[in-house]
């Protein structure tokens, strides 16, 4: 299958600080690429999805301020998580479609904790 | 916007045993449902899909069923061995929306 790459897999940053999260398609064009978080022994909670070029759709109780998505191409999206706190630590994780509707690629994830 | 819900949560079967994992969806205009299986530490993984156009779709031992009158879809594992523990999510979606994925179940295989 396709391959997605996450990057960095795992992250401790201070309190009060923003974190930059990137997940690489890296063989083919993902038009929509989908954020994830999923915490200890849970289901994945659908964060935002975002198109290439085009603003990013916030599920309903996202903070998009906290939570800055950008698609700027076809082979990357980013998440920031701004001005981190504890409760913000989690595993996030991407997806990447190159068409609505068929196979989503997962990365690997990051395991985001804030101290 | 679309609910998927998953039943059960945690499923222990004796190998060789079948499993059987049970999801109902809510928004009539889906219509890809795939199956991810998670194992601890890693990313979910494909493991079978179905398109609203089939009924059913087989895979080895991995089987799916759909329902759309219904609603519901149903993944199906025969003959279970140790490696088929792990976690388990269903997922739904629609040519022009997301995937939202149920809330997972743990399946536990029995030796």
């Known amino acids: 299958g396709a391959v997605v790459s996450q990057h960095p897999s795992r992250v401790i940053c201070k309190s009060g600080t923003s974190v930059k999260i990137e997940c690489r398609s890296l063989d083919f064009q993902a038009t929509t690429m989908f954020w994830y978080r999923q915490f200890p022994k849970k289901s994945l909670m659908l964060m935002a999805t975002?198109?290439?070029?085009?603003?990013?759709?916030?599920e309903q109780g996202v903070e998009k301020d906290k939570f800055l998505i950008n698609h700027a191409s076809l082979t990357l999206s980013t998440l920031t998580v701004t001005s981190a706190h504890p409760e913000d630590s989690s595993f996030y994780i991407c997806?990447?479609?190159?068409?609505?509707?068929?196979?989503?690629?997962f990365g690997q994830g990051t395991r985001l904790t804030v101290v | 916007g679309e609910n998927v819900e998953q039943h059960p949560s945690t499923l222990s079967v004796q190998e060789g045993d079948s499993a059987v994992i049970k999801c109902t969806y809510s928004d009539s205009a889906s219509n890809y449902f795939p199956w991810y299986k998670q194992e601890l530490g890693k990313r979910p993984q494909l493991i079978i899909d179905i398109r609203s156009n089939v009924g059913e779709k087989k895979d080895q031992r991995i089987a799916v069923t759909l329902n759309k009158t219904a609603k519901h879809f149903s993944l199906h594992i025969t003959e279970t061995q140790p490696e088929d523990s792990a976690v388990y999510f269903c997922a739904a979606s629609s040519s022009a929306s997301k995937i939202i994925f149920g809330s997972g179940t743990r399946l536990s295989i029995r030796p």
């Open positions: 975002s198109n290439e070029g085009s603003k990013a759709t916030y």
């Open positions: 997806s990447a479609t190159g068409n609505p509707g068929t196979e989503a690629f």
